[in-house]
């Protein structure tokens, strides 16, 4: 469950727009599942048959605690969170959102206590997000029914904290391995998404994502990462030190734009957190880096394989992986070379999404992003210990890399073969995952294997062994029936000019 919090000044105009089309035209049937009253109390009514709606009695009503703290209130009084469940979750009935909703607030300290008087909020659900996620709305007034104002303090932590709890207690999966201390991963903007339905291509972020992890299979050197994102046609800049303007401490990329078209940057750690400079330079630690002049000239040779020779590559691609795949169930959890492994094969898949699916859409790409989650490395830590098998697989991801895209059906038919062993690989990895009890790595695995299963089902190799694991196999932490203490609530202390 992912939550998103934005705090805003006008609750009716955000109620307008809650109970409006949404600008996808994706807020179908919109209702209350849960508020500090009865729902029945605080439902709006229809004007008519069109889908207008009368919200001025519950703006009203919510914003009455506002009113009544006058001077002394927070200027940004509307306090919104969305909760969001990934699409693999499917979709839950109005009842459980409704004791979802009930939970957070009352994990947040929004409902007060014996000491304090809570605050005035509803839910609100609608239908599935553009992106397929079912979610609810939440509304909160930031003033208590007293009058007394509620300043916040790492709310939005909080907020992914009391996430946390709340999949343990509704036996939800857990999809986001950021809040297990991996890198995090920034989130796609509204205007991205707006944009990339209007292409019919992947948001320039995920494409970006992918190639960049891409270059890095198998890459050993800066420079020959740097060369391979070139050699993908990617758009790269050296950031330089304000100092010494050949020395490189940053980078961004883009895609070519067509036509007379400007291009959009990203900066490596707003692609993912694991691509940012120092994260991808944690590779080479003895390395020399390379200076801002060898960024600009480093360049990747075209390979300029036969039809025959590229066959030949995937063949031998896909007998290795299965070797590999096989390989993996001998090694214990807790292995020292997991983190290599889990790493090179994630950057695999994502040199198979580059070769299989130009486009960033399909099974493959999204596998390739969810893997990319499950093998996150923690922020803080080291270079993992090298890793035979890991080293294998990066020897793989250079010949996928020299064999290209497939140019016929042909050559499609043989390539399938790889994505059928990858899939393979990234089922036992989801397996190790479980094991480990590595809760939100094993989720965002088994998701990546969850959308690689068609392909496996409609392989001519046997399947019928092929078992894909899913939360439910996932060790979980005891379901809580009565709430614990909350280590960090709504403080009213803090002043409120730290907003």
């Known amino acids: ?30 209702h209350l599942v849960a508020g500090y009253d009865d729902v029945a109390l605080l439902a709006p009514m229809q004007r008519d048959g069109g889908g207008r709606w009368s919200l001025g009695e519950l703006g009203a009503r919510l914003k009455a605690p506002q009113i009544a703290a006058g001077e ?36 947040m300290g929004f409902t007060g206590d014996a000491e304090r008087a809570g605050c005035r909020w509803v839910a609100v659900r609608h239908g599935l997000s553009a992106n397929g996620n079912d ?64 292409s019919g291509q992947a948001p320039d972020r995920e494409l970006l994502r992918r190639q960049v992890r891409a270059a890095l299979a198998g890459a050993d050197s800066e ?23 050949n020395q490189v401490v940053g980078y961004a990329v883009a895609l070519r734009p067509a036509g007379v078209g400007k291009p959009t940057w990203y900066a490596g750690r707003s692609l993912d957190g694991d691509l940012s400079l120092p994260q991808v330079r944690k590779r080479w630690p003895e390395a020399q880096r390379p200076s801002a002049e060898q960024w600009k000239a480093a360049d990747s040779a075209e390979s300029r394989l036969r039809s025959e020779d590229r066959m030949a590559v995937w063949r031998s691609s896909a007998a290795v992986l299965k070797d590999v795949a096989g390989r993996l169930a001998g090694v214990a959890p807790g ?23 130009p486009s960033g859409r399909g099974p493959v790409s999204r596998a390739a992003d969810a893997l ?23 020897r793989v991801a250079d010949a996928l890399l020299m064999a ?3 140019r016929d059906g ?34 965002a695995a088994a998701a990546a294997a969850a959308h690689l299963m068609p392909l496996l089902q409609s392989s001519s190799p046997p399947v019928d062994q092929v078992r894909v694991p899913t939360q439910s196999g996932v060790p979980q932490r005891p379901a809580h029936t009565v709430p614990g203490p909350v280590r960090s609530r709504v403080d009213p202390s803090v002043d409120r000019d730290s907003r």
């Open 1 to 30: 469950m992912i939550p998103k919090v934005t705090y805003g000044t006008d609750v009716t105009g955000l109620l307008k727009y809650l109970f409006g089309p949404g600008k996808a035209e994706e807020h179908v049937n919109p």
């Open 72 to 107: 002394r209130g927070v200027k940004q009084y509307v306090w919104q969170c969305s909760l969001s469940l990934p699409a693999q979750e499917g979709q839950l009935d109005d009842a459980t959102w409704g004791r979802i909703a009930g939970r957070f607030v009352a994990e």
């Open 135 to 198: 979610h609810v709305h939440l509304v909160v007034t930031l003033a208590t029914e007293d009058g007394a104002p509620v300043w916040l303090r790492q709310d939005k932590r909080r907020s992914q904290q009391v996430a946390d709890l709340l999949e343990d207690e509704f036996g939800l999966g857990k999809w986001t391995p950021g809040r297990a201390g991996a890198t995090k991963r920034p989130e796609l903007g509204r205007p991205e998404v707006d944009r990339a339905r209007r």
């Open 223 to 245: 420079a020959e990462w740097v060369a391979r994102m070139k050699g993908a046609g990617l758009l790269v800049a050296a950031r330089t030190a304000a100092e010494d303007p």
């Open 335 to 357: 292995s020292p070379q997991w983190p290599a492994v889990a790493r090179a094969s994630a950057e695999l898949l994502a040199r198979v999404a580059a070769a299989t699916e």
């Open 372 to 394: 990319a989650r499950a093998a996150a490395p923690p922020r803080r830590a080291p270079a993992p210990p090298s890793s035979s098998v890991a080293r294998e697989l990066g």
């Open 404 to 406: 290209g895209h497939a």
């Open 410 to 443: 042909g050559e499609a038919a043989v390539l399938l073969a790889v994505v059928v062993q990858a899939a393979r690989l990234v089922v036992a990895l989801a397996e190790l995952r479980a094991a480990e009890q590595q809760a939100h790595a094993a989720g």
